[in-house]
């Protein structure tokens, strides 16, 4: 099956700091998205990039669905305590007809320390 | 709108017993998911569906059963619950038409079987 390979694991920072992950996958993406848990909660969409190339962003927070359309990163910038969880890539591989199945990275656990 | 609601939140099972976790959305979408998120793991789909009466399995169906007879509830159903069964299940819901929209999920329920 398809493997998604998010990067770093975890991030220790301290606040004000910028904050970047990525994710890669060994096939193509038509569809990438980045959501974050917090803790006892359930994952809360971010970003959706539909298009190679395409940059989004959403407040501090600036995603990228990469050209070749194995990858994609997310920046957070000016990190503030309340940015602390985990943050999750998800890939799905048709944009349309019936394959609307999500691949989901196993996340970066983002600590910020005030 | 309330958006995906799960319940309960919290369970514990003995080993064998059988139990249903619920799922609601109240948004019209036509898509629904079970997931299970195991420590450090990203999310597994159990099963999916893509409207009332029609549901199928994802990547980790074994031991889970579900039905949607309205658009609004999918149910999961543990049978005979297994210690390997521990897990959050998180349920999600999408609308699809002509471009796939991304999921939004429920807060949780987390299992215990003991």
């Known amino acids: 099956g398809q493997q998604l390979n998010q990067s770093p694991q975890s991030m220790f920072i301290q606040e004000g700091e910028d904050v970047s992950m990525n994710c890669t996958s060994s096939?193509?993406?038509?569809?990438w998205l980045w959501y974050k848990q917090d803790p006892g909660e359930g994952p809360v969409l971010l970003i959706a990039l539909y298009k190679a190339g395409e940059l989004t962003s959403n407040g501090r927070l600036t995603a990228q669905f990469g050209i070749t359309r194995k990858d994609s990163f997310l920046n957070i910038s000016a990190s503030i305590p309340s940015d602390v969880g985990i943050y999750f890539c998800a890939g799905q591989a048709n944009s349309g007809g019936s394959n609307y199945k999500l691949t989901f990275g196993k996340g970066t656990l983002l600590t910020v320390n005030p | 709108n309330a958006g995906v609601t799960q319940t309960p939140k919290f369970r514990i099972l003995k080993i064998g017993q059988s139990m249903t976790l619920q799922c609601t959305q109240d948004m019209n979408h036509n898509y629904m998911y079970w997931y299970r998120q195991d420590p450090g793991m990203g999310l597994k789909l159990i099963y999916y569906s893509v409207g009332a009466g029609i549901t199928d399995k994802g990547e980790v169906p074994n031991g889970y059963n579900v039905s949607r007879s309205t658009t609004e509830d999918f149910p999961l159903r543990l049978e005979l619950a297994a210690p390997s069964q521990t897990s959050v299940y998180f349920c999600a819901s999408s609308y699809h038409r002509d471009r796939n929209q991304p999921q939004h999920f429920g807060d949780g329920t987390r299992l215990s079987i003991l």
């Open positions: 096939s193509i993406f038509n569809t």
